[in-house]
């Protein structure tokens, strides 16, 4: 009978993944490719929840911003109407808060002052005044405007407007 020589048992192939180098089964690479995995995915659902939280409040804001701006227009208007035809025809330093809580969430400190000048002459020798009016308007959502100490915290907002009128007389 003849005998074959004894083939010494060879190790897989690595990367078959039955066994390591030493000999060893392998096991737990996939285990840690799945926590990878999943502390990624929590990364990145972590930010998307941060960034979609500052983007609310960047809205908020805006929206303040807007309501701000339109009671200060408002206020112009309403300082301009009480120039010409209202009550402060003089405008010596005239000012008044409205409240325009039930509609913008707003007060408005609307100020007044008035200067009067030479401006050519409107016949031979006979000076020809002009009244330059400058409205101020000022809207915050605190409850007085300006408010220093709610300037500081957040969701205060505060816009201003000016605007100068001419009333030839």
């Known amino acids: 009978m003849t005998r074959h020589p004894a083939t010494p048992r060879q190790a897989p192939r690595p990367g078959t993944g039955r066994t ?15 926590i990878i995995v999943l502390v990624t995915l929590a990364g990145l659902a972590a930010a998307v929840l941060r960034l979609g939280q500052q983007s ?5 804001q805006d929206v ?9 227009r408002a206020g112009v208007e309403w300082g301009l109407y009480q120039a010409f035809k209202g009550s402060w025809t003089s ?20 100020s007044c002052d008035s200067r009067v000048y030479n401006e050519g002459e ?23 405007c300006p408010d220093a100490t709610a300037a500081v ?5 505060e816009r201003r407007r000016q605007v100068h009128a001419v009333d030839a007389q």
């Open 20 to 34: 390591s180098r030493t000999g060893m089964p392998a096991r737990g690479l996939g285990a840690v490719a799945v």
């Open 56 to 60: 609310q409040v960047t809205v908020a």
């Open 64 to 72: 303040l911003s807007l309501r701000a701006a339109a009671a200060a």
């Open 91 to 110: 405008c010596s330093s005239a000012s008044q808060t409205l409240d325009l809580a039930t509609d913008y969430g707003m007060k408005v400190a609307v």
């Open 122 to 144: 409107s016949a031979p020798g006979v000076a020809q005044t002009v009244r330059v009016y400058t409205i101020d308007a000022l809207a915050c959502n605190a409850t007085a």
């Open 153 to 157: 915290r957040a969701g205060y907002v």
